[in-house]
């Protein structure tokens, strides 16, 4: 699978200092989007659950730093289809539901309880591990491979810890994952 770069800001360094671009690695992860919610929310969640991606927005991170924006191939969209009907009995967690409750940075609103203190969930396609030389060359030719059906591997990520997997699937034309595993109450991931 090959995602496109958009928008690339990190390889304009200009007068950087010249290091060995072999010596020095990132982390860098690939976002297919988020959603924000509330910590109270969290609480419910469980494996076989859907989280519905409410942004989007994909894009690539180093070290929670954003470096560009990424366009993902549309098969990518399709890659599981959920016929939601009514009277299906389901535990789909929509976090959108939840917006009313999140508190964005310029809202003054106060936060009464740590229930309500609000998390970033971000869904990772994938990560790889590069040098500088590495970034370069990513920065020319603004497109990475990643593994064959990385979307069955969904990582997700509360506030950058890693709490659970899951596969990306389409709800009534809405991006979400289901959960595969999810962080249990001793702070596994089962």
């Known amino acids: 699978m090959n995602l496109w770069l958009d928008k690339v800001t990190v390889c304009q360094y200009g007068n950087?200092?010249?290091?060995?671009?072999?010596?020095?690695?990132?982390?860098?992860?690939?976002?297919i989007g988020f959603s924000k919610t509330c910590y109270r929310s969290l609480v419910d969640i469980e494996v076989g659950d859907v989280l519905?991606?409410?942004?989007?927005?994909?894009?690539?991170?180093?070290?929670?730093?954003?470096?560009?924006?990424?366009?993902?191939?549309?098969?990518?969209?399709?890659?599981?289809?959920?016929?939601?009907?009514e009277d299906f009995e389901t535990d789909d967690f929509d976090i959108k539901k939840n917006e009313s409750e999140?508190?964005?940075?310029?809202?003054?609103?106060?936060?009464n309880s740590f229930e309500e203190l609000p998390v970033k969930i971000e869904f990772v396609l994938g990560k790889k591990i590069i040098n500088l030389y590495e970034i370069?060359?990513?920065?020319?030719?603004?497109?990475?491979?990643?593994?064959?059906?990385?979307?069955?591997?969904?990582?997700?990520?509360?506030?950058?810890?890693?709490?659970?997997?899951?596969?990306?699937?389409?709800?009534?034309?809405?991006?979400?994952?289901e959960i595969h595993s999810w962080l249990s109450g001793n702070n596994n991931v089962k």
């Open 16 to 31: 950087a200092p010249v290091l060995d671009k072999k010596s020095l690695y990132w982390s860098i992860h690939f976002v």
């Open 52 to 85: 519905l991606i409410s942004n989007n927005l994909a894009y690539a991170v180093i070290y929670n730093t954003k470096i560009c924006d990424l366009i993902y191939p549309e098969e990518l969209k399709m890659a599981d289809h959920f016929e939601y009907e």
């Open 102 to 111: 999140i508190y964005d940075e310029n809202d003054e609103q106060m936060i």
């Open 136 to 177: 370069d060359d990513l920065c020319a030719k603004r497109i990475i491979s990643l593994l064959p059906e990385s979307e069955k591997n969904i990582e997700i990520r509360v506030n950058g810890a890693l709490t659970g997997y899951g596969e990306l699937v389409e709800v009534d034309d809405k991006l979400g994952v």
